[in-house]
């Protein structure tokens, strides 16, 4: 999973799914533990700069777990599933219950 794939997801998403993605990276709540985004740094960001800040912020891995809990928190689980698709290699595991245990996480 690279940046580049992160980025070919967040590019499907409409602009009103865009930004409620964004407002989801400023809330402690979602992201459980891991740092938020300020606003500012937000305001007029594209999908590149999302991206770029997200790597920045997060590790490559971690970014990988924000984008997924945030597509589901946009209703956008077909890019979700597809996502977690791309990642493949054993480094998720989908449940029965179509929950997905990322890192001892589950979504």
């Known amino acids: 999973m690279t940046a580049e794939d992160i980025l070919e997801v967040l590019e499907e998403l409409n602009q009103e799914e865009f930004e409620k ?3 989801f990276l400023q809330q402690p709540e979602i992201l459980s533990g891991l ?3 300020k606003r ?3 305001e007029g960001a ?3 700069d999302i991206v770029d800040l997200m790597v920045q912020i997060y ?3 971690r970014c990988m777990e924000v984008t997924c809990k945030i597509l589901g928190k946009v209703n956008r ?3 979700r599933t597809r996502f977690l698709s791309l990642l493949g290699s054993g480094c998720l595991r989908f449940r ?3 929950r997905v245990e990322f890192n001892n996480s589950i979504y």
Do not use: A, H, M, Y
Request: hydrophobic fraction near 35%; charge should be positive; glycine fraction near 0%.
């Open 21 to 23: 993605f964004k407002w």
């Open 35 to 37: 740092p938020t985004v």
């Open 40 to 42: 500012k740094r937000l």
């Open 46 to 48: 594209k999908t590149l």
């Open 59 to 61: 590790t490559l891995e």
């Open 77 to 79: 689980n077909d890019l």
């Open 96 to 98: 029965k219950s179509q």
